[in-house]
């Protein structure tokens, strides 16, 4: 088997913020924008990684989606406990400080010595989902 991960999917409740975010605090390039108000489906990605996205999409567009799991994706959301995305990069202190100084992210855990090998900061991006990244060593 010959399997690439393509596109991943993340929530967001304000588009305009998600893809400021993403396109100018992360640097991610804007690939589409589908839709209109809130109900926006945005696609980014890394320049150069033309094969690696990630959708921003409304939550729970899905019409199979009942109003109680609708209720609960927000509630989660607003938690911070519905989605996540784990990045990587060689400059973590320097990623870190120019998402800090943006100020457009909550931060979670500043850059830090894991005790299982790895060096990494969180931050929860305007829609709450948790954003990860990782140093490349």
């Given at each position: 088997?010959?399997?690439?991960?393509?596109?991943?999917?993340l929530?967001?409740?304000?588009?305009?913020?998600?893809?400021?975010?993403?396109?100018?605090?992360?640097?991610?390039?804007?690939?589409?924008?589908?839709?209109?108000?809130?109900?926006?489906?945005?696609?980014?990605?890394?320049?150069g990684?033309a094969?690696?996205?990630?959708?921003?999409?409304?939550?729970?567009?899905?019409p199979?989606?009942?109003?109680?799991?609708?209720?609960?994706?927000?509630?989660?959301?607003?938690?911070?406990?519905?989605?996540?995305?784990?990045?990587?990069?060689?400059?973590?202190?320097?990623?870190?400080?120019?998402?800090?100084a943006?100020?457009?992210?909550?931060?979670?855990?500043?850059?830090?010595?894991?005790?299982?090998?790895?060096?990494?900061?969180?931050?929860?991006?305007?829609a709450?989902?948790?954003?990860?990244?990782?140093?490349?060593?």
């Amino acid at each position: 088997m010959d399997l690439t991960i393509h596109t991943s999917f993340l929530p967001h409740d304000d588009p305009d913020a998600s893809l400021a975010f993403y396109r100018d605090v992360l640097g991610f390039e804007a690939r589409s924008d589908v839709g209109q108000g809130k109900m926006r489906w945005i696609t980014v990605g890394p320049a150069g990684q033309a094969g690696t996205s990630i959708l921003l999409a409304p939550p729970a567009a899905d019409p199979g989606v009942t109003e109680d799991e609708r209720r609960t994706i927000v509630e989660m959301m607003a938690k911070g406990t519905y989605g996540w995305i784990l990045l990587a990069t060689r400059d973590l202190d320097g990623t870190f400080e120019k998402v800090l100084a943006a100020g457009d992210a909550e931060v979670v855990q500043e850059p830090t010595e894991q005790p299982y090998g790895i060096r990494d900061c969180a931050f929860r991006d305007p829609a709450g989902n948790m954003v990860r990244i990782q140093e490349i060593r």
